[in-house]
């Protein structure tokens, strides 16, 4: 060894160094096309410079022993002797970073050109140990330029896009990613955006294609997503296709079924809505607005009997309530049972005096038994709670003018139509009031004709 020359035999050493530090400094640092904590190792050739490679192959054998603070010391004089070397940019910039000195290290590896997705997966990964959102964001933008079709990156821009409220982006980021990795989810939620911003036929289409990939239970929200976009194009029928394949896949699910069920009645599908509302009460009893509004549609549909169940039940779990109270007064008064019904809309309007409905029920069961007296008295009672309510005012002068008080009807009538010139009824019961006592006889027929004109079919 006494005859090799000096600088021969640290040649030979540092090629040494440099295959033993290559195979250790790679379990310091991530490489690959995903982001990681871990900085990532350069694959760059060596500087072909000797004194260059003397500095950068002892750098890595120290950085292979865990001698940050010494590698660092000899990348920097090889970058003396091969100022423009990638390789030996990157060995300090890492460096840098495992010692904790990211401010060093992002500005070391901002100055390699040109920036590889090697180099761009380190400094992001600095600028994320330094919450660097801004810069991170611009390393990302100019990592998608050199790389692609790198999947990962599409999917962190697609998410910086959201929290940045930047949907335009945040689209076309996912659109990316579609493209390279094709997944349901990502069709779904590209569907949800576009139709956030109006796009619906390419929300459809996106949608459209969610489902083709995922015909399962995970497919619900497509669904309601062009369940919704039918809606909105007011094609009900279309809208309801998706209502009901959604259920279908989800035959348990009471929240699914209680959104169709409220879309149905808002389509006034009263025989379908009734149906499913019977069926969510099976999968969950405790539904009390269900169960209402069962009550409700039973009564329309004349189902008496099991409309007064449900409301009875209603009132006993849920309490007291006044709507409730009348309609159960109607389906007595509708039996013939006068006593229920009286006792049922009083109750109602104990519970809610300005509920006009109770009192004008129970007025017109006063009049139609010739209590008379008892409607005026109920009338003004009501009014009192609402003096200009068309409805109360044309019952009190109905039952004054029944219970004989012509005068007083008369007046009652003329303020009505004062209020409301156009209320046929009050311009049809005030002329036949005139006409049939031989009163007023130009002006009971004006009252009269005017009736006819506002509603010609009656």
Same mark, same amino acid.
Request: some cysteine.
């Given at each position: 060894?006494?005859?090799?020359?000096?600088?021969?035999?640290?040649?030979?050493?540092?090629?040494?160094?440099?295959?033993?530090?290559?195979?250790?400094?790679?379990?310091?640092?991530? *490489?690959?096309?995903?982001?990681?904590?871990?900085?990532?190792?350069?694959?760059?050739?060596?500087?072909?410079?000797?004194?260059?490679?003397?500095?950068?192959?002892?750098?890595?054998?120290?950085?292979?022993?865990?001698?940050?603070?010494?590698?660092?010391?000899?990348?920097?004089?090889?970058?003396?002797?091969?100022?423009?070397?990638?390789?030996?940019?990157?060995?300090?910039?890492?460096?840098?970073?495992?010692?904790? *000195?990211?401010?060093?290290?992002?500005?070391?590896?901002?100055?390699?050109?040109?920036?590889?997705?090697?180099?761009?997966?380190?400094?992001?990964?600095?600028?994320?140990?330094?919450?660097?959102?801004?810069?991170?964001?611009?390393?990302?933008?100019?990592?998608?330029?050199?790389?692609?079709?790198?999947?990962?990156?599409?999917?962190?821009?697609?998410?910086?896009?959201?929290?940045?409220?930047?949907?335009?982006?945040?689209?076309?980021?996912?659109?990316?990613?579609?493209?390279?990795?094709?997944?349901?989810?990502?069709?779904?939620?590209?569907?949800?955006?576009?139709?956030?911003?109006?796009?619906?036929?390419?929300?459809?289409?996106?949608?459209?294609?969610?489902?083709?990939?995922?015909?399962?239970?995970?497919?619900?929200?497509?669904?309601?997503?062009?369940?919704?976009?039918?809606?909105?194009?007011?094609?009900?029928?279309?809208?309801?296709?998706?209502?009901?394949?959604?259920?279908?896949?989800?035959?348990?699910?009471?929240?699914? *079924?209680?959104?169709?069920?409220?879309?149905?009645?808002?389509?006034?599908?009263?025989?379908?809505?009734?149906?499913?509302?019977?069926?969510?009460?099976?999968?969950?009893?405790?539904?009390?607005?269900?169960?209402?509004?069962?009550?409700?549609?039973?009564?329309?549909?004349?189902?008496?009997?099991?409309?007064?169940?449900?409301?009875?039940?209603?009132?006993?779990?849920?309490?007291?309530?006044?709507?409730?109270?009348?309609?159960?007064?109607?389906?007595?008064?509708?039996?013939?049972?006068?006593?229920?019904?009286?006792?049922?809309?009083?109750?109602?309007?104990?519970?809610?005096?300005?509920?006009?409905?109770?009192?004008?029920?129970?007025?017109?069961?006063?009049?139609?038994?010739?209590?008379?007296?008892?409607?005026?008295?109920?009338?003004?009672?009501?009014?009192?709670?609402?003096?200009?309510?068309?409805?109360?005012?044309?019952?009190?002068?109905?039952?004054?003018?029944?219970?004989?008080?012509?005068?007083?009807?008369?007046?009652?009538?003329?303020?009505?139509?004062?209020?409301?010139?156009?209320?046929?009824?009050?311009?049809?019961?005030?002329?036949?009031?005139?006409?049939? *006592?031989?009163?007023?006889?130009?002006?009971?027929?004006?009252?009269?004709?005017?009736?006819?004109?506002?509603?010609?079919?009656?």
């Amino acid at each position: 060894m006494s005859n090799v020359p000096r600088q021969v035999l640290a040649v030979v050493l540092c090629g040494a160094f440099l295959l033993f530090a290559s195979g250790c400094a790679s379990s310091l640092a991530v *490489r690959g096309d995903a982001p990681s904590d871990e900085p990532a190792q350069t694959k760059e050739r060596v500087p072909l410079i000797p004194e260059a490679y003397h500095y950068f192959t002892t750098g890595n054998y120290l950085a292979s022993t865990g001698d940050d603070s010494g590698a660092v010391i000899q990348y920097r004089r090889a970058l003396t002797y091969d100022p423009g070397s990638r390789a030996i940019r990157l060995a300090l910039a890492q460096a840098y970073a495992r010692e904790g *000195r990211y401010d060093e290290a992002a500005i070391t590896a901002e100055s390699i050109r040109p920036r590889d997705s090697e180099v761009l997966s380190f400094l992001a990964q600095v600028y994320a140990r330094t919450r660097s959102q801004a810069r991170r964001q611009a390393v990302y933008e100019e990592w998608a330029t050199v790389e692609p079709d790198n999947v990962h990156v599409w999917q962190f821009l697609a998410n910086v896009y959201r929290i940045a409220g930047d949907t335009v982006q945040q689209m076309a980021a996912l659109e990316r990613v579609a493209e390279l990795r094709p997944d349901p989810a990502v069709y779904e939620t590209l569907g949800f955006l576009k139709l956030q911003t109006g796009q619906t036929e390419e929300a459809e289409s996106w949608f459209r294609r969610a489902v083709v990939s995922d015909s399962s239970q995970k497919a619900t929200r497509v669904m309601l997503g062009l369940a919704q976009i039918w809606s909105e194009r007011d094609e009900p029928d279309s809208a309801l296709v998706y209502y009901r394949h959604a259920v279908e896949l989800n035959y348990y699910n009471t929240e699914l *079924r209680r959104r169709f069920f409220y879309y149905l009645l808002q389509q006034e599908l009263a025989e379908e809505a009734l149906a499913e509302a019977r069926q969510i009460l099976k999968l969950s009893p405790d539904e009390p607005d269900v169960l209402y509004r069962i009550a409700i549609l039973e009564y329309d549909a004349e189902q008496l009997d099991s409309a007064e169940v449900h409301l009875t039940d209603w009132i006993t779990r849920y309490g007291d309530d006044a709507l409730g109270r009348f309609l159960l007064g109607r389906i007595a008064q509708e039996r013939g049972d006068t006593a229920t019904a009286e006792a049922q809309y009083l109750q109602s309007i104990h519970l809610a005096d300005s509920l006009v409905e109770g009192y004008l029920a129970l007025g017109f069961l006063y009049n139609q038994q010739g209590m008379h007296d008892s409607a005026v008295s109920l009338y003004g009672t009501a009014l009192n709670h609402r003096p200009d309510h068309a409805g109360l005012l044309f019952g009190l002068g109905a039952a004054l003018e029944q219970g004989d008080h012509f005068d007083e009807a008369v007046t009652t009538f003329e303020r009505l139509i004062a209020l409301e010139p156009e209320h046929a009824p009050a311009l049809n019961y005030l002329g036949y009031m005139w006409a049939d *006592r031989g009163l007023r006889l130009a002006e009971a027929l004006d009252l009269i004709k005017r009736a006819v004109d506002i509603q010609p079919d009656n």
